[in-house]
């Protein structure tokens, strides 16, 4: 139905390539609450944000607000977009991190969750 697509992500990361390359001409890579201010759609009721699956659940939640704010009209997507690992794994770190003196992550250069 002609909607642009405000997909939350990183730039360069190979899911963001994958959903990018589905619908170029409608999709736009939004990379954090700085590039908010930048964004413009075509019709304001049409509107609808995605976010990358491995994303910090507490940083995409910041830019879907800055997003909310600029578009009050923002549809989110059906479900939660963070993938249910991710989520599970960062309240786990969350809770740990209250009780531990040191957390040590181990993971990719180019993984969001490390």
């Known amino acids: 139905e002609d909607y642009d697509i405000l997909l939350i992500g990183h730039e360069g990361h190979e899911e963001v390539i994958g959903t ?3 619908a170029p001409d409608h999709i736009q890579l ?4 700085g590039d908010v201010a930048k964004v413009e759609v075509r019709d304001e009721s049409k509107v609808v944000w995605l976010s990358q699956t491995t994303l910090s659940v507490d940083e995409t939640m910041e830019t879907v607000d800055a997003l909310k704010e600029k578009f009050p009209q923002l549809i989110s997507p059906p479900s939660d ?3 249910y690992a991710t989520q599970n794994r960062q309240l786990a770190v969350k809770e740990m991190g209250a009780e531990a003196e040191l957390v040590i992550v181990v993971g990719s250069r ?3 969750n490390s």
Do not use: A, Y
């Open 81 to 83: 977009d963070i993938c």
């Open 20 to 22: 990018s390359g589905e």
């Open 110 to 112: 180019n993984s969001s």
């Open 30 to 33: 939004v990379d954090g609450p």
